[in-house]
């Protein structure tokens, strides 16, 4: 099972293409690509990475990736 914040990169990834995750990385102050979908999630960096999404993605997004990680 991945865990939050790989999910989150690799849907921002689909969404907004590498620029985007340039972008959460540096919103967020968090390297999402050194976490590999096995790794543990530090909680301070997925609330970080947690507050800077609304910056980046539409009412829409965010509620389709909420979806996303509620179901897995």
Do not use: H, W
């Not at 991945?2 to 620029?19: D, M």
């Amino acid at each position: 099972m991945a865990n939050r914040i790989s999910r989150i990169t690799t849907y921002v990834e689909k969404r907004k293409l590498g620029f985007g995750v340039a972008r959460l990385i540096m919103l967020s102050g968090v390297n999402v690509r050194s976490f590999g979908p096995n790794d543990p999630d530090p909680p301070d960096a997925l609330r970080r990475l947690e507050q800077a999404l609304p910056q980046l993605l539409s009412v829409q997004e965010l509620q389709e990736l909420q979806q996303l990680l509620s179901e897995a």
